[in-house]
């Protein structure tokens, strides 16, 4: 048997569109067993995601196993979903992440983490939630024919609050929105605050983070599927937040805050969801700075 742990990830963080990530302390498990044929029981968020082959971390693994060369052995998988689907924070990074470790844990073959990249690239071409949800951490990545990604630390003091609406918000719909060509004024706009977001995180200077996060590539039009953006991210100003912005795709709003403030910061900007009827959850996390774990059990 396998145990299967993987963390959310926020993604963007601002300026820094398909760029920068930064995985979470809140988790999917599963449980993963051979068996005869494919079984998928579940429990927590996602109740609607597909319990048999078209789920996408069953989906996964086989197609590693035509990659690598495998046969396949059917297994009994168990879900354990904490993290809210299409609501920004990388939930189907981790079923991607996960069939790649069950791959693994079943045949008993390391991959690489570019073999990794190579396959989870045909369900999600995107590392900036990848890349956390597998190694943790604040990541910043590049790709061309290959991804280039460098992890820097975070500071351990600034937590990510999070206010996260009871509606989901396909990745999809969110980059229908967005424009296929961009000013050089705004790319220039962009440049700059991303290496401010980077140069504020590595220097600890925390107060410029306000100004790093602010974005004209993909802020400006996604805010418009979602009510009171404005509202949610001017309250967690007020309410002593270093940035807001939004978390991924969205809905769902984040916030950068010394870990003595999140609470109150998450709180309001709930509150302030509710003002255009919105209602939203308060989440309050740490950075996770390990990524995903495979326990391999007794398997039989």
Known sequence: ??????????????????????ALSLYNEFT?????????TMEGEGKNLPRDERNLFIRVYKRACQVFGYKEMPFKLHQKNSIPTARGLGSSSTAIVGGL???????????SLEEKLAVAFEFEPHPDNLLPALVGGFVVCAVDEKVYFVKLDFPQEVHVALAVPDFELSTEEARAVLKREVDLK????????????????????????????????????????????????????????YAAF??????????????????????????????HSV???PLVLAVEPYGSTLTSMTLE
């Not at 009510?227 to 001017?234: T, W, Y």
């Open 1 to 22: 048997m396998l145990y299967i742990r993987v963390p959310a990830s926020t993604s963007n963080l601002g300026a820094g569109f398909d760029t920068f990530g930064l």
């Open 32 to 40: 993963v067993e051979v068996a005869e044929c494919y079984t998928v």
């Open 101 to 111: 470790l069950a791959f693994e844990g079943i045949h008993g073959k390391k991959l």
């Open 186 to 241: 705004d790319a220039i706009f962009n440049i700059q605050r991303a290496s401010l977001f980077i140069a504020s995180v590595v220097t600890r200077n925390l107060h410029l983070l306000k100004e790093a996060t602010k974005d004209k590539l993909h802020q400006p039009y996604r805010s418009k599927l979602i009510p009171g953006f404005e509202d949610v991210i001017q309250t967690a100003y007020e309410f002593g937040a």
């Open 246 to 275: 939004l978390s991924g795709a969205g809905p769902s709003i984040a916030s950068l805050c010394h870990k003595d403030r999140a609470k109150e910061v998450a709180e309001g900007m709930c509150k302030a969801f509710s003002k």
């Open 279 to 281: 209602t939203a959850k």
